[in-house]
């Protein structure tokens, strides 16, 4: 077996330390990527919690104006059928004006 020279071992060693170097380089830049990935997915997940308020925000106006119509459907149909009753009465009121005015007719008609 031969021993390696100093001259070897001082080859080796620098190309040991390059490679070294280099493996850190790699590794530098590996990391300054994660730490964009990083960021990027904190700014998506800020900007997702922005759009849920934003959603939740919508939903509940639009839940407010679900229950505005209701109630103004149901007094529209309260109003419906409170005017379905004037008018029933006023029916009625016309009919009974019309017959007094008939029974006027002949009182007329009688006292002449």
């Known amino acids: 077996m031969t021993t390696p020279s100093g001259s070897n071992i001082q080859a ?3 190309q040991l330390a390059q490679a070294t170097a280099q493996l850190a380089q790699s590794s530098n830049q590996h990391n300054s990527k994660l730490d964009t990935l990083i960021d990027q997915v904190a700014q998506l997940a800020q900007s997702s919690n922005q759009h849920n308020y934003k959603l939740d925000t919508l939903i509940d ?26 008018a029933e009465s006023f029916k009625q009121q016309t009919e009974v004006a019309r017959i007094q005015a008939e029974t006027v007719a002949q009182l007329v008609a009688l006292v002449r």
């Open 61 to 86: 106006q639009v839940g407010h104006l679900t229950e505005g119509l209701l109630e103004m459907k149901l007094m529209i149909q309260e109003q419906t059928a409170a005017t379905k009753q004037q």
């Open 12 to 14: 080796l060693l620098t």
